[in-house]
Nanobody, 121 residues
Framework: QVQLVESGGGLVQAGGSLRLSCAAS????????MGWYRQAPGKQRELVAI???????NYADSVKGRFTISRDNAKKTVSLQMNSLKPEDTAVYYC???????????????WGQGTQVTVSS
């Protein structure tokens, strides 16, 4: 079984910083893209940032210049450094990864359980 476990959420004042981390464990042959999504109350889940296996990244326009995604392939982790946080960044943040369990398997999307980020004004 593959698991994604997130950590690092919490409460922070506007202008502050938080760092989210996500570790993949279990039967893993390879990991393709890894990313962070968020879902605010009453809104759809949206992509925040994604990092591909080669290291290229994409960010939502709303977080460009403030958030940085990174990954450690050896440790099977992905992190999201969030700076200059705003109240509108308040949401549950989910880690996502496309993982192949064996050399013969297809890539499958896995999700973490979510971690709450609350930014007070």
């Amino acid at each position: 079984q593959v698991q994604l476990v997130e950590s690092g959420g919490g409460l922070v004042q506007a202008g502050g910083s938080l760092r989210l981390s996500c570790a993949a464990s279990g039967s893993i042959y390879s990991i393709n893209d890894m990313g962070w999504y968020r879902q605010a109350p009453g809104k759809q889940r949206e992509l925040v940032a994604i990092i591909f296996s080669g290291g290229n990244t994409n960010y939502a326009d709303s977080v460009k210049g403030r958030f940085t995604i990174s990954r450690d392939n050896a440790k099977k982790t992905v992190s999201l450094q969030m700076n200059s946080l705003k109240p509108e960044d308040t949401a549950v943040y989910y880690c996502n990864a496309a993982i192949r369990a064996t050399i013969r398997a297809v890539f499958y999307d896995y999700w973490g359980q979510g971690t709450q980020v609350t930014v007070s004004s």
